[in-house]
């Protein structure tokens, strides 16, 4: 099993970046996708979810900025991030849950500039 997290990088405020999660292993179209991130000193926070049928929920302090979404045929899921702010810093982690399975990706670290 591997889900391999990419497109962190660092930006300033108010820009974009898109992270992706390519997964492996896994019987994907089963799975609802998770991003969570962790900033430094927190616990790790539940960002994003895309269920199998393609329903979404995000945390309210990245609504409206943050869109997540899931491409079957690439097993994999997406996350765009516009209008960063500082406090969106943090490892992004991606994460594939059925009531069988919770596997985590390696994380992709996201820093944002003021």
């Known amino acids: 099993v591997q889900l391999q997290a990419s497109g962190g990088g660092l930006v300033q405020a108010g820009g974009s970046l898109r992270l992706s999660c390519t997964t492996s292993?896994?019987?994907?179209?089963?799975?609802?996708m998770n991003w969570y991130r962790q900033a430094p000193g927190n616990e790790r926070e539940l960002v994003a979810v895309?269920?199998?049928?393609?329903?979404?929920n995000y945390a309210d302090s990245v609504k409206g900025r943050f869109t997540i979404s899931r491409d079957s045929a690439k097993n994999t899921v997406n996350l765009q991030m516009n209008s960063l702010k500082p406090e969106d810093t943090g490892v992004y982690y991606c994460?594939?849950?059925?009531?069988?399975?919770?596997?985590w990706g390696q994380g992709t670290l996201v820093t944002v500039s003021s």
């Open positions: 994460n594939a849950h059925t009531a069988l399975y919770d596997f």
């Open positions: 292993g896994i019987t994907f179209t089963y799975s609802t």
């Open positions: 895309i269920s199998t049928f393609g329903n979404t």
